[in-house]
């Protein structure tokens, strides 16, 4: 099952900034249970994300899961102009973490948010701020984890997928994520 999510950038952002914000934005979308930081490889962390250049895949992690989403900046037109697809490990960590790096891409950019493969809301819903007040969990709940279980498991359209919590929890990586911080060229 692909769960690829999208922003649309309008004008370019620091990832810095998009990586500072998706842990705010995880942490409301959990209804406030803390959440592990999100980090670049050092090598990425001044890189702006703006579609005039042509950055290589860059892998963002959580190290405290082993989770982590690979995002690609899009140069050609997708909705409303260019964008940055995100692609996330296939755990309920790595989609929920992905689903916040999305929404605060879209937010610090001023652009919109979708998620046509997860199907969280009708498509017309794109605008980040909403997204975050109609899929919030209305509750913290004491292991983070779980907490992006309960998140993940509150849309139909995933079919209890996935199966896996977070990619800490497995021998393998079935998800091929290959969960390191990308590294310099």
């Known amino acids: ?7 649309t950038l309008p004008q370019p952002v ?3 900034d998009v990586i500072h914000r998706a842990n705010d934005v995880l942490t409301d979308l959990l209804g406030g249970t803390a959440a592990p930081e999100i980090v670049a490889a050092a090598a990425d962390a001044d890189r702006v994300l703006d579609p005039g250049t042509d950055p290589p895949m860059i892998t963002l992690c959580m190290p405290a899961t082993g989770d982590c989403a ?14 940055v697809l995100f692609s996330p ?18 937010m610090l950019s001023g652009g919109r948010y979708s998620d046509e493969e997860i199907g969280m809301l009708p498509a017309s819903e794109v605008l980040p701020a909403y997204v975050v007040a109609r899929t919030a969990l209305a509750e913290p709940e004491i ?34 994520s ?8």
């Open 1 to 7: 099952m692909s769960v690829d999510l999208a922003a």
């Open 143 to 176: 292991e983070f984890v779980g907490a992006c279980e309960r998140y993940v498991r509150q849309f139909p359209a995933l079919q209890r997928w996935p199966e896996q919590r977070a990619m800490n929890e497995a021998s393998e990586d079935p998800g091929g």
């Open 89 to 106: 490990a296939r755990t309920c960590v790595g989609v929920t973490m992905t689903v916040a790096l999305a929404l605060a891409t879209a």
């Open 70 to 83: 690979h995002l690609f900046v899009m140069d050609h037109e997708f909705a409303d102009g260019p964008y």
């Open 178 to 185: 290959g969960c390191q911080p990308s590294q310099a060229k």
């Open 14 to 16: 620091a990832l810095a």
